[in-house]
C-alpha cells in the first residue's frame, strides 16, 4: 500500500520569521503521524531556518525549485547540492506557474529531475492541463507529453524515488477542484502511463498526489479514490490548523 503525502508549496510567501512561525505552529498543532508523509515547501530565504524547526520532527523539507547545474555562474539560480545542505529532502518540479512565468520546458524539467536524483532529492513533479487544453478535450494528450519529456532517459531504478502531482491548472487557486471522478481519471490515467512506458512495479508503488484547491472539505473524498495519494497544497498550507486538518482528514481514509 502506497504511503499518503500531504505536501505544503507555500509559494512566494512568507519571510524568515514568518516562516520559522508557521513551521513551528505546524509542528505543534500536527500529532505525531506515522501514517501520513508531510511536507513543507518554503521559499530559498528561509529553508535552512525551518530545518532548525523541523529537523527533530517526522515532518520534511523541500524546496519550491532548482537549477539542474552543481555550481557555476548562473546568477540567481540555487544548485541541488545546496538545497541538500539546507536540509532538504523534496523538490518541487514543474510547476505550472514555472511553466507559465519561466517559460520552463519538459526539457528542463527532465534535466532538474535528473539533478535531484543524482543528489538524493526526492523530486515532486507537477504536470497538469489548462482550462482551455480541458475544453478541447486535450487534457491527456497533454500529460502524456508533460511525462514523456519529464521522464525520458530515466532508469526504472530510480522512478521509484519520484512522486508526481497533477495538478490542473484551471483549478491552482482559483477556489475550483477537479471532480473526484475527474481527478481520479487523471491520476488512473498517469498510472497507465507509468505500466505502459515503465513497469507495473514502478506504476503500483509511485504516489500520486492531487492539487488545486484543496481544502479540508474536499481531501477524503479526493482520496477516496484508488489512484490518488494524497495532495500538494497551496494555500491552505498557509495556516497552520487548516493544513493539519487536511491532514487528519487524509489520515482518516486509510
Known amino acids: ?26 509542528k505543534n498543532t ?12 518554503p521559499v530559498f530565504t528561509a529553508l535552512n531556518s525551518v530545518y532548525s524547526v523541523l529537523e527533530d520532527t517526522d515532518i520534511g523539507l523541500g524546496a519550491q525549485n532548482l537549477y539542474w547545474e552543481k555550481e557555476g555562474a548562473f546568477t540567481g539560480e540555487i544548485s ?42 526526492t523530486p515532486i513533479v507537477c504536470v497538469g492541463e489548462t482550462l482551455e487544453e480541458r475544453e478541447a478535450a486535450k487534457e491527456t494528450a497533454v500529460i502524456n507529453a508533460q511525462l514523456e519529456g519529464a521522464f525520458n532517459n530515466i532508469d526504472i531504478n ?3 524515488n519520484v ?17 473526484p471522478q475527474q481527478a481520479q481519471q487523471i491520476h488512473q490515467f498517469i498510472r497507465q502511463w507509468l ?16 492539487g488545486g484547491s484543496v481544502k479540508p472539505e474536499n481531501i477524503k473524498e479526493l482520496m ?11 494555500g491552505a498550507s498557509l495556516k497552520a490548523e487548516t493544513f493539519a486538518q487536511i491532514v487528519k482528514n487524509a489520515k482518516e481514509v486509510i
Do not use: Q
Open 30 to 41: 500536527l500529532e505525531k503521524n506515522v501514517h501520513v508523509d508531510v511536507v513543507v515547501c
Open 163 to 179: 512522486i508526481i502531482a497533477y495538478e490542473p491548472v484551471w483549478a491552482i487557486g482559483t477556489g475550483k477542484t477537479a471532480t
Open 80 to 121: 541541488p547540492i545546496m538545497l541538500k545542505d539546507s536540509g532538504c529532502e523534496y523538490v518541487i518540479i514543474g510547476h505550472s506557474e514555472r511553466r507559465k512565468y519561466f517559460s520552463e520546458t519538459d526539457e528542463m524539467v527532465n534535466k532538474k529531475i535528473k539533478a535531484a536524483l543524482e543528489i538524493g532529492l
Open 158 to 160: 530510480d522512478m521509484g
Open 1 to 26: 500500500m502506497r504511503k499518503p503525502m500531504i505536501a505544503g508549496n507555500w509559494k512566494m510567501h512568507k519571510i524568515i520569521s514568518e516562516s520559522v512561525a508557521l513551521s513551528e505552529k505546524i
Open 224 to 234: 477516496d479514490n484508488e489512484d490518488i495519494d494524497g495532495a500538494l497544497v497551496g
Open 195 to 210: 505500466t505502459d512506458n515503465k513497469d507495473n512495479e514502478v506504476s503500483a508503488a509511485i504516489r500520486i498526489l492531487y
